[in-house]
């Protein structure tokens, strides 16, 4: 699998937007980017996911460089509850439809103040 | 709530021991993925199942073993149990066309601490 790098982590004040970046010059052409962040003491949860164009929901919004190479997280308002490891993650969309297993790398750990 | 169900929430056992982890997926969901979280590892896929099947193996010990019943609910089970076995355990599942789009919804997971 392709493989992401990610910052160790990365601070942000409540109500502020945050960016989080992901590099993956790897990337297939099959490859979706995976956005999923695990909350303190909880299981991992689905954020956002695209494949070459940006892609917004209500947690969050996608930014995928042209090049496919790199991609952000963007978090519009930060809140105290944002607080989380945020996972960025290559799946290879063609592999097998009985889904496919995550590989974690080690995120980004975000910290958010008020 | 993802509406995945995993059993026991903690566990605590002595070394040498055996216990078994379960995990009901979301109504719907043929696959089933096991995790494992320790605090220096990090989160390792262990093992996926589809239907019955085992699917896709990861970095799971010979002393570990899963299985997926008709049902559809998982096991995992854990055998001769080392210190270092100690950590989170978290099943997850998806729907069956998942591929590369689906996400995963996972549990909240099962501690286990061995003495």
């Known amino acids: 699998d392709a493989k992401t790098t990610q910052p160790n982590s990365m601070e942000s004040n409540e109500e502020e937007p945050v960016h989080l970046p992901c590099n993956h010059s790897t990337i297939s052409g099959t490859d979706y980017i995976h956005w999923y962040r695990q909350l303190p003491s909880q299981g991992p949860e689905y954020v956002i996911h695209?494949?070459?164009s940006n892609v917004n929901n209500r947690m969050a919004s996608l930014a995928i460089a042209e090049d496919r190479k790199s991609s952000t997280l963007i978090l519009h308002r930060a809140t105290l509850r944002d607080a989380a490891v945020y996972y960025c993650i290559l799946r290879d969309g063609m592999r097998s439809q009985a889904g496919t297993a995550l590989i974690f790398g080690k995120g980004t750990t975000l910290s958010v103040s008020s | 709530d993802s509406g995945v169900t995993q059993t026991p929430k903690h566990l605590i056992t002595a070394t040498g021991q055996r216990v078994t982890l379960r995990c009901s997926p979301r109504s719907g969901d043929l696959s089933v993925y096991w995790y494992q979280q320790s605090l220096d590892q990090g989160l390792q896929f262990l093992i996926q199942?589809?239907?019955?099947?085992?699917?896709a193996k990861g970095n799971i010990l010979e002393r570990f073993s899963a299985q997926q019943f008709p049902d559809l609910h998982s096991e995992l089970n854990l055998s001769s149990l080392e210190l270092g076995d100690s950590a989170l355990y978290f099943c997850?599942?998806?729907?069956?066309?998942?591929?590369?789009?689906?996400?995963?919804?996972f549990g909240e997971g099962s501690r286990l601490t061995v003495l």
């Open positions: 997850a599942s998806s729907f069956r066309l998942a591929g590369g789009t689906g996400e995963l919804f």
């Open positions: 695209g494949l070459t």
């Open positions: 199942y589809y239907n019955g099947e085992e699917r």
